[in-house]
């Protein structure tokens, strides 16, 4: 195998990082936040310029790929100065030992998860060969053997690999599901870092989200899986959903929710529920609205959906599922598999955290990603209820990676709130991108008798403007009085 070809992977991903860098460069956060911020931002950017070259008939190329780069060398304005994160320290070293771990065995194929035989990497070939997505391929193929109505940017990411290699081998492919798991973890240690989580805790949860997310995706065989992307969405979003609600906080809440709509059929009500969330909160906290800042949510996702359903309807693809009101006995017996499943070996019983939603509810601070979090749970009981099929089995083959899909984020609002020192825990609505009123760095909302905010003055908003430079044109955050 040529050099190339293996890191290839890398290759695209700096890529992707220099594609969303505009929208990362001007935000509040850490340096290693503001990484996850432009992968999301550019792999959102990557799906749709690569559907405008399928629109506009040109195929897939090295040479097509490289205007990916245009807006970072585009890009103007002074980059704000990212905040300090932690150091580096056993729990992180732990996690990524978990993680390489995951990344060798990816490269051996010996954990590859059948979806990527049957479904992503059959696609992500088939498009390759062709050069662009080959919906003719996808009308003629049994439908439940490749999901031809999911979206396609996993698969996308996989081709676009294979052509910048300039080959198609699968080992450097499987190793975008380690690449995501070490994303979901600097995500979610990012977010704990924005409250000041006390050291010793947060190395704590680093090293058990790093043990955990390795040991199932090779104990479950997650090599290749596109539920890494669905589960980045969530967790990338766990600040924003802390932050005091303002355009750019809106701009990269839109980003979290086309990834997940663009990632899987379950990222779309995931989707949904980050852009109603972040519309309640606007509401419920009196933030104002700008529009550029609705469209910034909005769009994204909306394009996504738009574009995807508009393929279905037009080349008839089958659907996958053919659901029916949920049913009491199914019901029943899908709540018994998914404790069954939560059980499994590989996730050395991590699920059960999922338990802790409903509780977290009661913690104002972080009741948005609770919601979100048990909403989507909820919808997922609520389609192994409504599926004519073995409830059982379809719950035992599918609930391990839901679950993944809202585990890290569940972990990091857990210990968001109940793990951080009282001075750093006590007071209210963290602002993660607003500055106060008088032009000064932001610092914690009194909210008396809330378990809930964090002192994020270094996430303060550097007032280098933002999307058509909507956040603060009188030297205030969005909506702030």
Same mark, same amino acid.
């Given at each position: 195998?040529?050099?190339?070809?293996?890191?290839?992977?890398?290759?695209?991903?700096?890529?992707?990082?220099?594609?969303?860098?505009?929208?990362?460069?001007?935000?509040?956060?850490? #340096?290693?936040?503001?990484?996850?911020?432009?992968?999301?931002?550019?792999?959102?950017? $990557?799906?749709?310029?690569?559907?405008?070259?399928?629109?506009?008939?040109?195929?897939?190329?090295?040479?097509?790929?490289?205007?990916?780069?245009?807006?970072?060398?585009?890009?103007?304005?002074?980059?704000?100065?990212?905040?300090?994160?932690?150091? $580096?320290?056993?729990?992180?070293?732990?996690?990524?030992?978990?993680?390489?771990?995951?990344?060798?065995?990816?490269?051996?194929?010996?954990?590859?998860?059948?979806?990527?035989?049957?479904?992503?990497?059959?696609?992500?070939?088939?498009?390759?060969?062709?050069?662009?997505?080959?919906?003719?391929?996808?009308?003629?193929?049994?439908?439940?053997?490749?999901?031809?109505?999911?979206?396609?940017?996993?698969?996308?990411?996989?081709?676009?690999?294979?052509?910048?290699?300039?080959? *198609?081998?699968?080992?450097?492919?499987?190793?975008?599901?380690?690449?995501?798991?070490?994303?979901?973890?600097?995500?979610?240690?990012?977010?704990?870092?924005?409250?000041?989580?006390?050291? #010793?805790?947060?190395?704590?949860?680093? @090293?058990?989200?790093?043990?955990?997310?390795? +040991?199932?995706?090779?104990?479950?065989?997650?090599?290749?899986?596109?539920?890494?992307?669905?589960?980045?969405?969530?967790?990338?979003?766990?600040?924003?959903?802390?932050?005091?609600?303002?355009?750019?906080?809106?701009?990269?809440?839109?980003?979290?929710?086309?990834?997940?709509?663009?990632?899987?059929?379950?990222?779309?009500?995931?989707?949904?529920?980050?852009?109603?969330?972040?519309?309640?909160?606007?509401?419920?906290?009196?933030?104002?609205? #700008?529009?550029?800042?609705?469209?910034?949510?909005?769009?994204?996702?909306?394009?996504?959906?738009?574009?995807?359903?508009?393929?279905?309807?037009?080349?008839?693809? @089958?659907?996958? $599922?053919?659901?029916?009101?949920?049913?009491?006995?199914?019901?029943?017996?899908?709540? +018994?598999?998914?404790?069954?499943?939560?059980?499994?070996?590989? *996730?050395?019983?991590?699920?059960?955290?999922?338990?802790?939603?409903?509780?977290?509810?009661?913690?104002?601070?972080?009741?948005?990603? +609770?919601?979100?979090?048990?909403?989507?749970?909820?919808?997922?009981?609520?389609?192994?209820?409504?599926?004519?099929?073995?409830?059982?089995?379809?719950?035992?083959?599918?609930?391990?990676?839901?679950?993944?899909?809202?585990?890290?984020?569940?972990?990091?609002?857990?210990?968001?709130? *109940?793990?951080?020192?009282?001075?750093?825990?006590?007071? %209210?609505?963290?602002?993660?991108?607003? %500055?106060?009123?008088?032009?000064?760095?932001?610092?914690?909302?009194?909210?008396?008798?809330?378990?809930?905010?964090?002192?994020?003055?270094?996430?303060?908003?550097?007032?280098?403007?933002?999307?058509?430079?909507?956040?603060?044109?009188?030297?205030?955050?969005?909506?702030?009085?």
């Amino acid at each position: 195998m040529s050099l190339r070809l293996a890191l290839a992977p890398l290759a695209l991903a700096a890529l992707l990082l220099l594609a969303g860098s505009p929208l990362a460069v001007r935000l509040p956060g850490t #340096r290693p936040q503001r990484w996850v911020f432009a992968f999301v931002a550019g792999a959102v950017t $990557f799906h749709f310029w690569l559907g405008l070259l399928q629109l506009l008939g040109v195929h897939w190329s090295v040479t097509a790929l490289l205007p990916l780069v245009l807006p970072a060398l585009l890009a103007r304005g002074r980059a704000g100065r990212p905040g300090p994160t932690a150091p $580096f320290g056993w729990g992180d070293a732990l996690a990524l030992v978990c993680l390489l771990g995951f990344a060798a065995l990816a490269w051996t194929l010996w954990i590859t998860t059948p979806d990527f035989v049957y479904q992503w990497g059959v696609k992500a070939h088939r498009f390759f060969l062709a050069g662009r997505i080959d919906y003719r391929y996808l009308q003629e193929v049994p439908a439940w053997m490749v999901h031809p109505d999911y979206p396609h940017l996993f698969s996308e990411l996989m081709t676009a690999t294979a052509t910048l290699g300039g080959g *198609w081998r699968e080992e450097p492919l499987l190793l975008w599901s380690p690449l995501l798991a070490l994303l979901l973890v600097v995500a979610a240690r990012e977010a704990l870092v924005g409250v000041a989580l006390p050291p #010793r805790r947060l190395q704590l949860v680093v @090293a058990a989200l790093g043990v955990g997310l390795g +040991a199932f995706g090779i104990g479950h065989q997650m090599a290749g899986a596109a539920d890494w992307l669905v589960a980045l969405a969530l967790t990338a979003a766990v600040p924003l959903l802390l932050a005091q609600p303002t355009t750019v906080v809106d701009a990269q809440l839109g980003a979290c929710a086309a990834l997940a709509a663009s990632s899987k059929q379950e990222g779309a009500s995931l989707a949904a529920l980050l852009v109603v969330a972040q519309l309640g909160r606007h509401r419920v906290q009196r933030a104002g609205w #700008r529009p550029w800042g609705v469209a910034a949510l909005v769009a994204p996702t909306a394009v996504v959906v738009v574009w995807m359903r508009t393929m279905i309807a037009r080349y008839q693809l @089958a659907p996958t $599922f053919h659901l029916t009101v949920p049913d009491l006995g199914r019901l029943r017996v899908a709540l +018994a598999a998914m404790v069954e499943a939560a059980a499994t070996p590989a *996730w050395l019983g991590l699920p059960f955290l999922l338990l802790l939603l409903p509780f977290l509810l009661a913690v104002r601070r972080v009741r948005p990603v +609770a919601l979100v979090a048990l909403v989507q749970l909820s919808i997922y009981v609520a389609i192994f209820g409504a599926q004519p099929a073995d409830t059982r089995l379809l719950v035992l083959n599918s609930f391990q990676r839901l679950a993944l899909h809202l585990l890290p984020a569940t972990v990091a609002a857990a210990a968001i709130a *109940w793990l951080g020192e009282p001075a750093a825990t006590d007071g %209210g609505e963290a602002t993660l991108s607003g %500055g106060t009123a008088g032009g000064g760095r932001a610092g914690p909302v009194d909210h008396p008798g809330d378990g809930g905010g964090a002192h994020l003055d270094h996430l303060g908003d550097d007032r280098d403007g933002d999307l058509a430079g909507g956040v603060a044109a009188d030297g205030q955050a969005d909506g702030s009085a």
